[in-house]
């Protein structure tokens, strides 16, 4: 099916801008799983999918960045590898995955999950769907090329999923994925702002969103992850997060 989205005021988008600061559930009703329910409705007794993790007996969070690669993407990735945590990045196409292909590589070699943001950040509900498909379509295209694999989970830009969004996101083998803890870096260069942000609405099972695009995030990512591993929470990528389960194309993913 093909139809046309309408354009927003600014009024309305900036009233968008101020759910996305809540939470991108807390404004679109959407149907969500909690990473707990798939865990559950896994087989009992079965063995956790990826690595030694089992977050059914373990305090689990998965750390995830939205937007990159970047410049500030090979000092991330120097982090994650001295503090020995896995990520999940969702990745850009346009000026990101193209410009920095290198450090998606890496990003791969090292055990991160590479997942798929969007070509350009549209907005996929107000776009046709022919453009949602190219949308999804083209980065998947370009991370397979360069780490032998299709990205599995995708992140809408601003969380903004609706019906048509979940469909095309089945045809092309994908689920979607929220987040639980957001840090509004992108409205902020103060670290320990977005430390202190993140530690507050921490939780098990919680999806951190941050963005290595923005100058102040890198630099709290340390302080974050000795915070939360005094706290008793291991990191873990989305798909260890599910794991036994397994994310189901077509479904939304949230705590």
């Keep these: 099916m093909h139809r046309g989205r309408r354009r927003l005021r600014p009024a309305v988008l900036a009233a968008a801008a101020a759910c996305l600061a809540l939470t991108a559930t807390g404004c679109a009703q959407v149907d ?13 007794g079965a063995p956790a ?13 998965a750390l995830t960045f939205d937007a990159g690669p970047s410049e500030n993407s090979a000092r991330l990735l120097d982090i994650l590898k001295e503090k020995k945590v ?23 070699a090292e055990g991160h999950e590479v997942a798929n943001h969007t070509w350009d950040h549209k907005i996929l509900t107000r776009i046709s769907d022919a453009e949602i498909r190219e949308e999804l379509k083209r980065p ?20 903004r999923t609706d019906a048509d969004v979940h469909r095309i996101a089945k045809e092309q083998g994908m689920a979607e994925v929220l987040w639980s803890v957001t840090a509004s ?21 919680g999806i951190i969103l941050l963005h290595d695009i923005y100058q102040g995030t890198v630099p709290a990512v340390p302080g974050i992850i000795d915070a939360l591993k005094a706290r008793g929470y291991v990191f873990v990528t989305v798909p260890q997060l599910l794991a036994p ?11």
């Design 140 to 159: 998947n295209d370009a991370i397979e090329r360069l780490i032998g694999r299709r990205p599995t989970l995708m992140r809408p830009p601003q969380g």
């Design 32 to 44: 969500t799983t909690a990473p707990s329910s798939v865990r559950a409705e896994a087989a009992h």
């Design 185 to 205: 870096d992108y409205a902020t260069t103060d670290s320990a702002l977005i430390k202190k942000r993140v530690l507050e609405q921490s939780s098990r099972d």
């Design 86 to 108: 896995p990520a999940t990045f969702f990745l850009l196409g346009k000026r990101h995955i193209a410009t920095y292909p290198e450090l998606v590589k890496r990003m791969a």
């Design 49 to 61: 999918r990826f690595g030694t993790v089992d977050c059914r007996e373990a305090k689990c969070i």
């Design 245 to 255: 389960g397994k994310a189901e194309p077509g479904k939304v993913y949230r705590p």
